[in-house]
């Protein structure tokens, strides 16, 4: 089975400051998707970005964009000019492309933001 | 275009009851999938449903079961409550397509608490 690790159970930036969140996984799998969702306190996740492995271009979503490094099994996220709403639970999920195309999630990065 | 949507928002049982929670899909969204997510931790999957068919289980025994209807809206059952099984359950509806591109959109869960 596929394995999702966030190794930094908490971060911390200051407001308008940039902030990297890490992941990695763990696949044999060729073709996948990785996303990072956001879950703020109210608890509903929010899509924040994805990433197609077949893709070599880094995607980018306004302030938010990744890392991917396909061969070192790593998808980053960077925050940048951080502000107070982006202050939540961070967590990086894989989709495999074997159905059911089942996500995996990490166990979460809590986000601090400091005005 | 309505969201994913949730019922009831809390829950308490006591163990060795049963329980039913519900999930309408997101309009035009023909796949649903189901989640526990424990305090602290990321979400795990429980089963998918796609057409009314479960497509995929994840390591949940038999007493966790679902089903889904021709509008695909979907329940969760657990029977037999267990002290453990307290948790937020979270659904999350899927668009027809390539399964695997596909973002998947969570509800704002049911906090689930056995006592």
């Known amino acids: 089975a596929q394995t999702v690790t966030q190794s930094q159970p908490e971060m911390s930036v200051q407001e308008a400051e940039t902030v990297t969140l890490s992941c990695t996984y763990d696949t044999s799998e060729s073709d996948y998707y990785l996303f990072w969702y956001k879950q703020p306190p109210s608890r509903q996740m929010i899509l924040v970005i994805r990433q197609e492995a077949y893709k070599q271009q880094n995607a980018t979503e306004n302030r938010f964009s990744v890392n991917f490094q396909k061969a070192a099994k790593s998808f980053s996220l960077k925050i940048s000019d951080s502000q107070l709403g982006d202050a939540a639970m961070y967590f990086c999920?894989?989709?495999?492309?074997?159905?059911?195309?089942?996500?995996?999630f990490g166990t979460g990065t809590s986000l601090t933001v400091i005005p | 275009e309505t969201g994913v949507t949730q019922s009831p928002t809390h829950l308490i049982k006591t163990r060795g009851q049963q329980v039913t929670l519900r999930c309408s899909s997101q309009s035009g969204h023909n796949t649903v999938s189901w989640y526990q997510q424990a305090l602290g931790q990321g979400p795990q999957f429980i089963f998918q449903?796609?057409?009314?068919?479960?497509?995929g289980r994840g390591n949940f025994p038999p007493r966790f079961s679902g089903l889904q209807f021709p509008n695909y809206s979907s329940e969760l059952n657990v029977n037999a409550l267990e002290l453990d099984d307290s948790a937020l359950y979270l659904c999350?509806?899927?668009?027809?397509?390539?399964?695997?591109?596909?973002?998947?959109?969570f509800g704002p869960g049911t906090r689930l608490t056995v006592l």
């Open positions: 449903y796609y057409r009314e068919e479960e497509n």
């Open positions: 999350a509806s899927s668009p027809p397509g390539l399964a695997y591109t596909d973002t998947q959109y």
């Open positions: 999920a894989y989709r495999s492309a074997i159905p059911p195309n089942q996500f995996y």
